[in-house]
């Protein structure tokens, strides 16, 4: 599987932007868990989000609860992060992951990662 993210960028806070994960897999996406991660400078990754293999069930990290929504179109091989009423401490390289039957948030439970966006939120 090999992913693609893009859609980052310099936004003020209380903004919105939406993350876009192209993925290109022999199989599709339809076995797959598909999950955002984030690294701010100086920081480890932490999970974002995470949607299952279903399209159905899905997770976020508690400070962002209500104001991301990860989403995923397994027909078009995509998989979407809305982020609205952006933070500074949004702040962060995103990455979208992939993961064969795999449903945790820890970074070491998806196999194949993207190469990352900036987003970067203005006080």
């Known amino acids: 599987v090999q992913l693609q993210a893009s859609g980052g960028g310099l936004v003020q806070a209380g903004g919105s932007l939406r993350l876009s994960c192209a993925a290109a897999?022999?199989?599709?996406?339809?076995?797959?868990?598909m999950a955002w991660f984030r690294q701010a400078p100086g920081k480890e990754r932490e999970f974002v989000a995470r949607?299952?293999?279903?399209?159905?069930?899905?997770d976020y990290e508690d400070s962002v609860k209500g104001r991301f929504t990860i989403s995923r179109d397994n027909a078009k091989n995509m998989v979407y992060l809305q982020m609205n009423s952006l933070k500074p401490e949004d702040t962060a390289v995103y990455f979208c992951?992939?993961?064969?039957?795999?449903?945790?948030?820890?970074?070491?439970?998806?196999?194949?990662w993207g190469q990352g966006t900036q987003v970067t939120v203005s006080s």
């Open positions: 949607i299952h293999w279903n399209g159905v069930a899905t």
């Open positions: 992951a992939a993961g064969r039957k795999s449903w945790g948030i820890t970074a070491s439970g998806y196999a194949y």
């Open positions: 897999s022999v199989d599709g996406l339809t076995m797959y868990a």
